[in-house]
């Protein structure tokens, strides 16, 4: 397809998406048409108050057509929402507002066969309610897609935990040999289709030092013996690694990838590393989905002082 936009929800009203979208747009001339689906009048009071000037050019849900689509405006579908002033508190308000706005990018999505994604961060807390653990598995399951990984990416180090936004007493729970064949699996996919290589793929342990004082450890039951299954096909997946050295220079030199047992065990080292020069890449899903690498950020609500690399990067790897 010629010219397929880069569809882009807005995600939680008063976060500051708007803020990092408005200087992304003015760092590059990006050649794929971006379409934005947000409230068009909360963009417009946004634009205003952070002090940006662009024009606006509202399009159809049912556009199917996009030879003629720039981005010498912002390419907007409307999704309507009530609010008293631009930068509100987040509540479970925006709620169905966020949902509608899903619901809106999917079908388009569907209808137009599209393939690239972006979404605003949303509040956990606020809209999934414990529903789901993440975005990511919220997609998951509107789309129906059953094997779905994060992945944490730049260009010289990815990241990809096994269990995601998961409470750490359940995390030992959740660790299985096939869990961790499917997650190499979609990773290795991934970088065939994009790099046409297989990555260098490090996998860290559960415990301190890759060991126990108990017998029969997470490392001896699951994670050794599913490494040694897959180095059968593909030797350059290693570990288990224990979490505190395996982000040391010397080691991560050998890896593409580092695949952990839980969230914050490999993206602490990574926004340690890179800060927001990452971008989360949803693996699995019918479509390229990817999140800019932070939150709402409340506290920085109309400041002007957010930083937009994160988003730039994720419209950067899009725009092929």
Known sequence: MDKEPIIIV??????IFSEIFFKSLKTKNYK????????????????????????INTIKQTLNNFSKLNNNKINLIN?????????????????KYIEESFKTALNFIKQNNLSKFINGPVSKKSFLKGETLGITEYLAKKTKSNDVAMLIFNKNLSVSPLTTHLALKDVHKKITKQKI??????????YIKKFNMYPRIAITGLNPHCESNFQN????KIIIPAI??????NTKINGP??????????????????????HDQVLSPMKALFN???????????FTRISPDHGPNYSMLGKNLSDPKSLIQALKFLDK
């Open 10 to 15: 807005g995600g939680e009203p008063n976060s």
């Open 79 to 95: 999704v309507d929402y009530k609010f008293k002033k631009c930068f509100e508190e987040i509540t479970s308000k925006s709620n």
């Open 276 to 286: 927001f020069d990452a971008i989360n890449i949803t693996l699995g899903l019918p």
């Open 181 to 190: 064949y499917k997650q190499v699996n979609l990773i290795n996919s991934f």
């Open 32 to 55: 794929s048409p971006i379409i934005v689906i947000i409230s068009k009048k909360l963009l417009q009071e946004q634009m205003k108050k952070l002090g940006f000037t662009f024009k």
């Open 228 to 233: 040694e299954k897959l180095r059968l096909k």
């Open 217 to 220: 450890s997470e490392e001896d």
């Open 241 to 262: 690694f224990p979490a505190d050295t395996i982000f040391t220079k010397s080691l991560l030199k050998n890896y593409d990838v580092v695949i952990g047992m839980y």
